[in-house]
């Protein structure tokens, strides 16, 4: 696998992504319940194999989510009359160095294909500016989906390095 780590050092680097064809709403959820977050992580993570924090105890996460760094976030958006779910989820951590790291950031993969996903990225690069970053910065993979590195270049994110990894995945 690849990893690509990406950042954006000010916020007049934002190329705004078009607006997506549906209503849609960033919505923090604090404080975050762990079933919430697992729900959302699961929903939004599980096509593209985000496992690495499934064998976190209980406990962990309750910690983790209750640190005043995180911010989870809930993406609604009008895509059916019938859905209820959300329709992606974004963490952003901020750091002692004064970087907002976007976590995790995603879409439901039925809601694709709505221009979500700039819209997205866009939202969560304003959010960690407004949270006082002096930079913002995440990394993704080959695992990810195939429009996520592209997306990132387009919002004005610059890669600052890849590494190479190997890893084994679950084929269900």
Do not use: K
Request: hydrophobic share 45%.
């Amino acid at each position: 696998m690849t990893r690509t780590y990406l950042e954006m050092a000010a916020i007049q680097q934002l190329v705004p992504g078009q607006s997506p064809d549906v209503p849609v709403s960033l919505e923090p959820i604090a404080p975050c319940p762990v079933d919430t977050w697992r729900a959302l992580y699961r929903q939004v993570g599980a096509p593209w194999h985000w496992h690495d924090r499934d064998a976190w105890e209980q406990s962990a996460l309750v910690a983790h989510l209750a640190r005043p760094e995180i911010h989870i976030f809930r993406v609604v958006a009008a895509l059916d009359p019938a859905w209820t779910d959300a329709a992606g989820f974004l963490e952003l951590e901020q750091h002692d160095d004064g970087s907002v790291e976007i976590a995790y950031i995603g879409l439901d993969l039925r809601a694709l294909g709505r221009r979500l996903g700039g819209w997205l990225v866009t939202t969560a690069v304003q959010t960690a500016f407004a949270l006082g970053a002096n930079r913002v910065w995440l990394h993704t993979c080959t695992l990810d989906a195939p429009a996520a590195l592209p997306n990132y270049l387009r919002r004005g994110f610059s890669i600052t390095r890849t590494e190479m990894y190997q890893t084994s995945i679950a084929l269900e």
